[in-house]
């Protein structure tokens, strides 16, 4: 079974940018599609985008188009996921998952079709 790490959580201020990471171990991030999903406090679970594993061609919702990126680094089995322009609502605990099937639309939309999940990062956007 695949297990991930991410990483890379913090704070920073309105207009900023981070990069989150995601490293994984036990498969390699090539085999799934993987992709990044956020949770604000008392609010639902939000996909911010998500890599194929075929083709590694990204998917991303109108939230975070334009801002946001997600790309692989197969040598480092690491997904990441670039944020710039960082808004005050997209401070929330970041996450990483696997989804075993590759549908890269359908886990956006409806995160909980993830199959596997790594532990949370914190991401704070200070005005």
């Known amino acids: 079974e695949v297990q991930l790490q991410a990483s890379g959580g913090g704070l920073v201020q309105v207009g900023g940018s981070l990069r989150l990471s995601c490293a994984a171990s036990g498969g390699t991030v090539d085999e799934y599609a993987i992709g990044w999903v956020r949770q604000a406090p008392g609010k639902g679970r939000e996909g911010v985008g998500c890599i194929s594993a075929i083709d590694a061609s990204t998917y991303y919702p109108d939230s975070v188009k334009g801002r946001f990126t997600i790309s692989r680094d197969n040598a480092k089995n690491t997904v990441y996921l670039q944020m710039n322009s960082l808004k005050p609502e997209d401070t929330a605990v970041y996450y990483c998952?696997?989804?075993?099937?590759?549908?890269?639309?359908?886990?956006?939309?409806?995160?909980?079709?993830?199959?596997?999940w790594g532990q949370g990062t914190q991401v704070t956007v200070s005005s």
């Open positions: 998952a696997v989804a075993k099937i590759d549908t890269i639309v359908v886990v956006t939309t409806n995160p909980h079709e993830y199959d596997y």
